[in-house]
């Protein structure tokens, strides 16, 4: 559902869920693969797309069981495992569109990619959550479809391009869940929130700008942003730090620009609790503002349930899968390391039995 106003009375402190949502919106940028042309690589002709698990990573799920988590049992190096049934799952979408379209069409692909991905999951036993950061030109299974909107099957692309079939809203966003839990062998996504690249000069004002220290060469896309120097961020200078890859000559791997993402959230969160004490207002605002470019599943009282836990449990890490990129025929490719997913996939969502 597109969010609609919050009242006071329905949302909670909501510092960790709007910076993680508005970091989101900030990174998705337009890097034109929407042109694409469809490549014949289509592995399924139909429903079937259960994700292939690696030799060492063998999942069994008990066709009895009651739970979507009881008895999903795996194989993993020698040692039997099982699914957690004590988190929660929560996938932040950045699109690299500007504005929502005021109501979802009934064509069967939009202008819309997932450029940044972030899957939060919620450790509700030891009251800790971590972030993992997907890489948007991760190669992996999306979900195909037809001129008439019929599925098709899995074809491998960039995972940002899961986004792009459908209206650009609640079936896109289901879509973008698919790509992401296939590529971490069926994990569950519990919830998802998807935001705009036009929330992240407007949420960085509300916060009374972020100060980073410049790493990258800006020369010739922002010279206010001087490699070396700590920068105080206003308005689209802080979408420009968030956003900016194929302008820079050092930077077309995507990897360079990860690193400022994560380097954006930690100094947004310290200035989000500064806004906090400040302004005992600021979350009822800053819906308010965010709300016209955010579409998600959850309803206000799941929102205000995991806006809590932001705040109640301690963050871990922000979790980066390896692999490598490549140059492919038109656009950057990055293949994750198998083995390392495994064992961050086991560590994450399983335990052993």
Same mark, same amino acid.
């Given at each position: 559902?597109?969010?609609?106003?919050l009242?006071?009375?329905?949302?909670?402190?909501?510092?960790a869920?709007?910076?993680?949502v508005?970091?989101?919106?900030?990174v998705?940028?337009?890097t034109?693969?929407?042109?694409?042309?469809d490549p014949?690589?289509?592995?399924?002709?139909g429903p079937?797309?259960?994700s292939?698990a690696?030799?060492t990573?063998?999942?069994?799920v008990?066709?009895?069981?009651?739970?979507?988590?009881? #008895?999903?049992?795996i194989? /993993?190096? *020698?040692v039997e495992?099982?699914?957690?049934?004590?988190i929660? @799952?929560?996938?932040?979408i %950045?699109?690299?569109?500007f504005?929502?379209e005021?109501e979802?069409?009934?064509?069967?692909r939009?202008?819309?990619?997932?450029?940044l991905?972030?899957?939060?999951?919620?450790?509700?036993?030891?009251?800790?959550?971590?972030?993992?950061q997907?890489?948007r030109d991760?190669?992996t299974g999306i979900?195909?479809? #037809?001129?008439y909107?019929q /599925?098709? *099957?899995?074809?491998?692309?960039?995972?940002?391009l899961?986004? @792009?079939?459908?209206?650009? %809203?609640?079936?896109?966003c289901?879509?973008?869940?698919?790509?992401?839990?296939?590529?971490?062998y069926?994990?569950?996504i519990?919830?998802?929130?998807?935001?705009?690249?036009?929330?992240?000069?407007?949420?960085?004002?509300?916060?009374?700008?972020v100060?980073v220290?410049?790493?990258?060469?800006?020369?010739?896309?922002?010279d206010?942003?001087?490699m *070396?120097q700590t920068v105080?961020?206003q308005?689209?200078h802080a979408?420009?730090f968030?956003r900016s890859r194929?302008?820079?000559?050092?930077?077309?791997?995507n990897?360079?620009?990860?690193?400022?993402?994560?380097?954006?959230?930690v100094?947004?969160?310290?200035a989000?609790?500064?806004a906090?004490?400040a302004?005992?207002?600021?979350?009822l605002?800053?819906?308010?503002a965010?709300?016209d470019?955010?579409?998600?599943d959850?309803t206000?009282?799941r929102?205000?349930?995991l806006?809590?836990?932001?705040?109640?449990?301690g963050e871990e890490?922000?979790i980066?899968?390896?692999?490598?990129?490549?140059?492919?025929?038109r656009?950057m490719e990055?293949?994750?390391?198998?083995?390392?997913?495994?064992?961050?996939v086991?560590?994450?969502?399983?335990?052993?039995?």
């Open positions: 559902m597109k969010m609609k106003k009242s006071k009375k329905n949302i909670g402190m909501a510092a869920v709007i910076g993680v508005v970091l989101a919106a900030g998705a940028v337009y034109h693969i929407r042109d694409y042309e014949s690589g289509v592995t399924s002709e079937a797309e259960s292939p690696a030799p990573f063998q999942q069994t008990d066709p009895d069981s009651e739970s979507p988590t009881a #008895d999903r049992l194989l /993993y190096d *020698g495992y099982r699914y957690r049934d004590d929660d @799952t929560l996938l932040v %950045g699109t690299d569109d504005e929502l005021q979802e069409t009934s064509t069967h939009n202008n819309s990619q997932s450029d991905l972030l899957v939060v999951v919620f450790d509700n036993t030891n009251k800790t959550y971590r972030i993992i997907i890489n991760t190669m979900r195909k479809y #037809d001129a909107g /599925y098709v *099957g899995i074809v491998n692309l960039q995972i940002a899961s986004h @792009t079939y459908g209206t650009g %809203g609640q079936d896109s289901r879509d973008t869940v698919y790509a992401v839990s296939r590529l971490l069926d994990s569950d519990n919830n998802y929130v998807s935001v705009t690249m036009s929330a992240v000069p407007i949420f960085n004002d509300l916060v009374g700008g100060d220290l410049i790493e990258d060469n800006f020369e010739g896309v922002d206010t942003l001087v *070396g105080h961020l308005g689209d979408l420009t968030v194929m302008s820079m000559t050092d930077d077309a791997t990897i360079a620009r990860m690193r400022r993402q994560r380097t954006y959230i100094a947004l969160m310290e989000l609790g500064e906090f004490d302004d005992p207002d600021f979350e605002r800053a819906f308010s965010l709300s470019y955010m579409v998600t959850m206000t009282d929102l205000e349930e806006t809590d836990r932001f705040n109640e449990y890490a922000i980066v899968p390896e692999g490598t990129s490549v140059e492919g025929d656009f990055f293949y994750v390391d198998e083995d390392a997913l495994q064992a961050m086991v560590d994450t969502f399983y335990e052993p039995t």
